[in-house]
């Protein structure tokens, strides 16, 4: 079975294709599966059943910009225990509060350029 990695990230931004399109188009895809929240709609998604019942093994989330709509999940995301790997974009400096709930933060230029060591730190995560 493969593990469930959901994708958190700021609403108001090119999400689709800045961070889902690289994902879904890397190697990763076939290892993990991805629940990209608003790939199919706008709608609010259900992130905190899906936390509550252990559904999830990570979540992975862009912290480029703050969001407090993603600051709740990765809330819940912490209250449940699920590991929350944090990636933002080089140069940007992430919110402190963010070290709280998280040991792991990657920074990239260019997401295609990180999937190798997205790939190293789920596994470990997945042990």
């Known amino acids: 079975m493969l ?32 629940i990209f929240p608003h790939e199919n709609s706008k709608q609010p998604y259900e992130i905190k059943k899906l936390l509550e019942s252990n559904s999830i093994d990570i979540v992975l989330a862009e912290v480029s910009f703050p969001s407090t709509g993603q600051g709740i999940e990765l809330g819940w995301a912490d209250i449940y225990q699920t590991p929350i790997v944090c990636i933002y974009k080089k140069g940007v400096k992430t919110a402190y509060s963010l070290q709280k709930i998280s040991n792991e933060f990657i920074e990239y230029e260019n997401l295609a350029d990180i999937t190798k060591i997205l790939e190293t730190t789920f596994k470990e995560i997945c042990k």
């Open 3 to 34: 593990k469930k990695i959901y994708v958190s990230h700021l609403r108001n931004s090119d999400y689709k294709n800045s961070l889902y399109k690289p994902l879904r188009n890397s190697f990763l895809n076939n290892k993990y599966e991805f």
